[in-house]
T-cell receptor
Framework: GAVVSQHPSWVICKSGTSVKIECRSL??????MFWYRQFPKQSLMLMAT?????????EQGVEKDKFLINHASLTLSTLTVTSAHPEDSSFYIC???????????FGPGTRLTVT | TQLLEQSPQFLSIQEGENLTVYCNSS?????LQWYRQEPGEGPVLLVT?????EVKKLKRLTFQFGDARKDSSLHITAAQTGDTGLYLC???????????FGTGTSLTVIP
């Protein structure tokens, strides 16, 4: 399967600032990546599909102007949380679909805390 | 959108007992995966099922995909404390498209 990394693994920021999270596919070129968020003791909620070279596709209810996604290369997608608020504090996880499209491989996640 | 409902939501059992977790939906999926997640980490893939009626075994874990590809189950035999974790099913309506996660089942195995 694909090896996926995320950076940073955790970040603390102040309200009103922006935070960028990177997702890298280390051994596999990914035209598509997925971004999820997970609140404590809850499941993963799909936020958006990141598409290399084109605009991301956002799930219903996700503010595209607040969660900016850029997929500039086949190995890197970034999620920027703009004007962060405490309610944005969450665990953000990216994934890369497998070659056959039946599976996905997850990064280790990024813990965001907004104070 | 949460298309997949898991039951039970929480489960606490004694070591050595058997358990079954269910993943149900009204939608048809081209594939369905089961994951296990530890706190503070990303989910780890356990199995993928793609054929209706398919049964896969992974040591003490048995996975089944419903005939209509709308539901799945995970059965653990003789649970161990190391099985403790959050179990998640995830389905893809179409190959390569988005994956949607179930509501999750938090399993605690007591020694």
């Amino acid at each position: 399967g694909a090896v996926v990394s995320q950076h940073p693994s955790w970040v603390i920021c102040k309200s009103g600032t922006s935070v960028k999270i990177e997702c890298r596919s280390l051994d596999f070129q990914a035209t598509t990546m997925f971004w999820y968020r997970q609140f404590p003791k809850q499941s993963l909620m799909l936020m958006a599909t990141s598409n290399e070279g084109s605009k991301a596709t956002y799930e219903q209810g996700v503010e595209k102007d607040k969660f900016l996604i850029n997929h500039a290369s086949l190995t890197l997608s970034t999620l920027t949380v703009t004007s962060a608020h405490p309610e944005d504090s969450s665990f953000y996880i990216c994934s890369v679909p497998g070659r056959e499209g039946y599976e996905q491989y997850f990064g280790p996640g990024t813990r965001l805390t907004v104070t | 959108t949460q298309l997949l409902e898991q039951s039970p939501q929480f489960l606490s059992i004694q070591e050595g007992e058997n358990l079954t977790v269910y993943c149900n939906s009204s939608s048809v999926f081209s594939s369905l995966q089961w994951y296990r997640q530890e706190p503070g980490e990303g989910p780890v893939l356990l199995v993928t099922v793609v054929t209706g009626g398919e049964v896969k075994k992974l040591k003490r874990l048995t996975f089944q995909f419903g005939d209509a590809r709308k539901d799945s189950s995970l059965h653990i035999t003789a649970a161990q404390t190391g099985d403790t974790g959050l179990y998640l099913c995830a389905g893809s309506p179409n190959t390569g498209n988005q994956f949607y996660f179930g509501t999750g089942t938090s399993l605690t195995v007591i020694p």
